[in-house]
């Protein structure tokens, strides 16, 4: 189930229809180490090291491109909405919709998220055999910096206090025309 799914139900439970949109979406955000406007390749700079094992530099470079989605994510659900954020560059499918989806359950409720989520995703699997080459990444994600608010006045909308705020998710990767990209999203029902 994805974060902003079980989002979504926290808030229907807390009664908080004008926010099910927005918390939604802090389901599927991760904090990044850059700023979601900046587009960096999805090719990694690739160490002495990692050139000489494959598997090493594709996990890294699906690693780079995890924390671009999440940059390009971030920067959609702060203004509710997707054009200029890149997002087309690091996700695609399922990955790609549900993105698209909770953006536009946003802005029909009026609302965005503010701050960022913290990620420490790792690259569990990298499969180079295949065509598509695949990945697996697994992360903790926390939401406790990420709020849900109106953006015309910045009030936070209240989230019900035994929602998880430290969760398990999962992402697949794989390559679409030679570039890796996000395809998937599970989040898990437990904390990490």
């Known amino acids: 189930m994805p974060v902003a799914h079980l989002i979504q139900t926290d808030i229907r439970r807390a009664g908080l229809a004008l926010a099910a949109g927005?918390?939604?979406?802090?389901?599927?955000?991760?904090?990044?180490?850059g700023s979601a406007e900046k587009k960096p390749s999805t090719k990694a700079s690739a160490s002495p090291s990692a050139s000489a094992d494959p598997q090493?530099?594709?996990?890294?470079?699906?690693?780079?491109?995890?924390r671009s989605y999440w940059d390009a994510q971030i920067?959609?659900?702060?203004?509710?909405d997707v054009r200029d954020t890149g997002l087309e560059k690091y996700a695609f499918d399922e990955a790609y919709s549900k993105t698209l989806a909770d953006v536009a359950t946003m802005k029909v409720n009026g609302s965005v998220m503010t701050g960022k989520p913290q990620i420490t995703p790792e690259v569990?699997?990298?499969?180079?055999d295949q065509d598509p080459k695949k990945a697996s990444i697994s992360d903790c994600v926390d939401v406790r910096n990420w709020k849900v608010v109106d953006p015309k006045t910045g009030?936070?909308?209240?989230?019900?206090?035994?929602?998880?705020k430290r969760f398990v998710t999962k992402f697949e990767a794989r390559t679409v025309g030679g570039?890796?990209?996000?395809?998937?999203?599970?989040?898990?029902?437990?904390?990490?």
Not at 23 to 33: E, F, H, I, K
Not at 75 to 80: D, L, M, N, R, V
Not at 124 to 128: D, E, K, P
């Open 155 to 164: 009030k936070e909308f209240p989230l019900p206090p035994e929602r998880l």
């Open 75 to 80: 920067a959609a659900f702060a203004k509710a």
């Open 22 to 33: 927005s918390a939604a979406v802090a389901v599927l955000v991760g904090c990044t180490s």
């Open 56 to 66: 090493a530099a594709a996990k890294a470079e699906v690693a780079a491109v995890y």
């Open 124 to 128: 569990t699997a990298v499969s180079l």
């Open 179 to 192: 570039e890796w990209k996000i395809v998937s999203v599970e989040q898990q029902d437990r904390a990490c």
